[in-house]
């Protein structure tokens, strides 16, 4: 298994203002480099959309905006992947959000949506602000998620 999985390579693409979903894209980075995948971490503007079709699989992050939005900066990403439609890319989404508004993570709802329809969706996890010692475990579940669709 360990074998196949060198050659993967991973894309993990996120928008963060405060710094939260930055913190959960770090961790993923460290899980996902542990598990052998080649990885590289975009902030979502620095991220050349032209890219998408030459990974093997793309981690969105994305904290939440207005009541249940999309952050600005990641509607091009998003429609980008409305046009790739490639089914066989793997996806998954994860994000930060505040339970305090009406739609916890509605980004990451959005993004879920669009991607189980358009790509091979692994997973989606949602972070209540900071990532906390309890939440290392999700995360190496969601990036096992990962790994699972790419071995298939
Ligand atoms: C104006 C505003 C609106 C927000 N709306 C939501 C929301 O609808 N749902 C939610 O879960 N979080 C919402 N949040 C909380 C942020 O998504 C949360 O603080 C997130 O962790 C910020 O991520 P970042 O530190 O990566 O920038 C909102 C925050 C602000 C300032």
Redesign the pocket.
């Known amino acids: 298994m360990g074998l196949t999985n060198c050659k993967r390579k991973v894309a993990i693409v ?11 894209a770090g961790i993923l980075r460290a899980i996902a480099q542990e598990k052998l995948l080649e990885v590289s971490v975009w902030k979502v503007e620095e991220f050349s959309l032209a890219e998408l079709p030459h990974y093997d699989a793309v981690l969105i ?9 999309l ?1 600005r900066e990641m509607r091009s990403l998003f429609e980008a992947f409305e046009r790739l439609d490639r089914k066989e890319l793997v996806t998954a989404v994860f ?13 990451v709802n959005r993004f879920r949506d669009m991607l189980f329809v358009h790509t091979d969706l692994a997973a989606t996890l ?5 990532p906390q010692e309890k939440d290392y475990i999700r995360c190496e579940k969601f990036t096992e998620s990962v790994l699972k669709k790419l071995n298939e």
Do not use: H, M, Q
């Not at 994000?95 to 980004?107: K, L, P, R, V, Y």
């Not at 949602?126 to 900071?130: G, N, R, S, W």
């Open positions: 996120y928008a963060s203002v405060t710094g939260n979903t930055e913190a959960v992050g994305t904290y939440t905006w207005g009541s249940g939005e952050p994000g930060t959000g505040d339970s305090f508004f009406a739609e916890f993570c509605g980004a949602k972070i209540e602000l900071a």
